[in-house]
């Protein structure tokens, strides 16, 4: 057993924080900015994070285990449904639920229907304002002042997740809010989401840097196998789900061109993630009605909803 697990629960804290926000509010970033390393998809696009990915930060005697929810709050599909459920699932489970906000949007749509959900939720909720270095300071102050009347937060945070203002300051209160107990994780570990599911958002991730514009959000990238060779390297073969002949083929470029310059930026990423040198192999395969199947959404730590 790790040391870290062998800690007293007089001597240590620990507990479970759930990130909330609307669609590129900054989850994703805050998360790997709090961690201190690279645990959930990140890209200029809006994207959501489908699995729930936990982080894991040490901060003094506290460990605190985030959950990182998929941030769709107004379902319309299948797949939206399970990720609503399984975001607010997690949130329910935590022990304070921070509300993420960019403050240059402000009270959208969207941060209308987490507010409204969340005002009643019994857990301790705090407020984090994010992307404070693109707003002047009176609109900050007046953003926090209308959310604090909307909703009781035990306390209001401002941070910049992408230059890292403010985060340590967040991180040193949350540790504060843990429970006494003993570790749940090994101090060394950052995340629980298997190194599998890891590469696969990796992948992913470069194929909407490149193809935002061309590609619906229902792409998806499943890991098929990781096998690791007798010179200690990784060979690693994942498929890209499409939906239509035409995307397969905007996936995979005019000469191959698109598929090899993902390949090789994905490639670099899951070797640093993994530590150890990686062989990467990308297919493309055409499956039009994915987000219809139940064995999908297991793989993504969903649960498939019943009902069209």
Same mark, same amino acid.
Request: proline letters at 5%.
């Given at each position: ?45 809006? /994207? ?12 003094? /005697?506290? /460990? ?18 399970? =990720? ?6 997690? *949130?329910?489970?935590? !022990?304070?639920? #921070? ?21 009643? #939720? ?19 102050l007046a953003l926090a002042q209308t959310l604090n009347e909307r909703?009781?937060? *035990? ?19 949350l540790a504060t809010m843990m429970k006494p107990g003993p570790w749940?994780?090994?101090? !060394? /570990? ?8 890891? *590469? #696969? ?17 229902e792409a998806t990238v499943e890991t098929d196998q990781w096998k690791? =060779?007798? !010179?200690?390297? *990784? ?22 061109? =698109? ?40 793989? =993504? ?8």
């Amino acid at each position: 057993m790790s040391e870290a697990t062998e800690q007293t629960p007089d001597d240590t804290s620990c507990g479970f924080v759930a990130l909330i926000g609307a669609p590129n509010a900054g989850k994703s970033t805050l998360l790997n900015s709090l961690v201190g390393a690279k645990v959930s998809i990140v890209s200029r696009k809006v /994207q959501t994070t489908r699995a729930i990915v936990r982080g894991i930060a040490i901060e003094g /005697q506290s /460990q605190i285990i985030f959950v990182d929810t998929p941030g769709i709050f107004a379902p319309k599909r299948r797949l939206d449904r399970a =990720m609503v459920t399984n975001a607010w699932g997690g *949130a329910s489970d935590a !022990d304070v639920v #921070a509300l993420l906000v960019d403050c240059k949007k402000g009270i959208d749509e969207e941060v209308e229907t987490i507010l409204e959900r969340l005002k009643d #939720a019994p857990r301790k909720k705090v407020l984090v304002l994010n992307k404070i270095d693109l707003v002047p300071r009176e609109n900050l102050l007046a953003l926090a002042q209308t959310l604090n009347e909307r909703c009781v937060f *035990a306390e209001t945070f401002m941070v910049s997740a992408s230059k890292g203002h403010g985060v340590p300051h967040l991180r040193e209160k949350l540790a504060t809010m843990m429970k006494p107990g003993p570790w749940l994780y090994p101090e !060394d /570990q950052v995340s629980d989401a298997p190194l599998r599911s890891l *590469a #696969a958002e990796i992948t992913r991730e470069k194929l909407f840097e490149r193809l935002h514009d061309e590609l619906p959000y229902e792409a998806t990238v499943e890991t098929d196998q990781w096998k690791t =060779m007798p !010179d200690g390297s *990784a060979r690693i073969e994942q498929t890209i789900f499409v939906a239509r002949d035409g995307q397969k083929k905007i996936v995979i470029g005019e000469g191959g061109q =698109m598929i090899k310059s993902i390949g090789q930026a994905a490639r670099k990423e899951i070797m640093e993630a993994a530590e150890q040198k990686v062989h990467l192999f990308l297919f493309v395969k055409v499956r039009s009605n994915w987000a219809d199947d139940p064995e999908r959404y297991r793989e =993504m730590g969903l649960e498939f909803p019943r009902g069209g």
